[in-house]
T-cell receptor, first 111, second 117 residues
């Protein structure tokens, strides 16, 4: 079945550091890919998404490119801020509209 | 309503009792999902509804867990004979159901925090 594997955390960075959180997927057909974020004390919310190969999703300085050849959707940000501290979830939506999430990666950004 | 609504927001129950958790999805959303998030853990898929039918029940952890959805709207997740390991946040989400290729966003509720003592 469809599944998502993402980099284990926790990840701790200093402010303005470069961030990469790896995500790879296994799916049949042509899934859509997502990154969701859960800030402390809040519910999950969509960060960005991409619906087809080579699409780049972007939001709040974060980017991720849908790479079909490597079945990946790595999340990147050039300069993280303290306010980016959260848990990040990679997710996949398959042809049957099921939604599968990775285990989540906790990011802590220190001033 | 404007968002996905879940109730109760918090529930403390004694081991062995049954609990019901309710989810009211965004109006017009035909797909509904239940997930479980244990402390410090990721999102565990439980069940998915398309309308009133559940094409994927593969995530239900045991036969103590069941879910139903009537009228294509509200869903109830029932846990019978609760155990301490059932303690978690139970998250409901909904989306328009046009298939994965269209990339429909799913929207989450605030969750129901269940504690089994």
């Amino acid at each position: 079945g469809n599944s998502v594997t993402q980099m284990e955390g926790p990840v701790t960075l200093s402010e303005e550091a470069f961030l990469t959180i790896n995500c790879t997927y296994t799916a049949t057909g042509y899934p859509s890919l997502f990154w969701y974020v859960q800030y402390p004390g809040e519910g999950l919310q969509l960060l960005l998404k991409a619906t087809k190969a080579d699409d780049k999703g972007s939001n709040k300085g974060f980017e991720a490119t849908y790479r079909k050849e490597t079945t990946s959707f790595h999340l990147e940000k050039g300069s993280v801020q303290v306010s980016d501290s959260a848990v990040y979830f990679c997710a996949l939506s398959g042809n049957n509209n099921d939604m599968r999430f990775g285990a989540g990666t906790r990011l802590t950004v220190k001033p | 309503g404007a968002g996905v609504s879940q109730s109760p927001s918090n529930k403390v129950t004694e081991k062995g009792k049954d609990v019901e958790l309710r989810c009211d999805p965004i109006s017009g959303h035909t797909a509904l999902y239940w997930y479980r998030q244990s402390l410090g853990q990721g999102l565990e898929f439980l069940i998915y509804f398309q309308g009133n039918s559940a094409p994927d029940k593969s995530g239900l952890p045991s036969d103590r867990f069941s879910a139903e959805r009537t009228g294509g709207s509200v869903s109830t997740l029932t846990i019978q004979r609760t155990q301490q390991e059932d303690s978690a946040v139970y998250l409901c989400a909904s989306s328009l159901a046009h298939g994965g290729a269209s990339g429909n966003t799913i929207y989450f509720g605030e969750g129901s925090w269940l504690t089994v003592v």
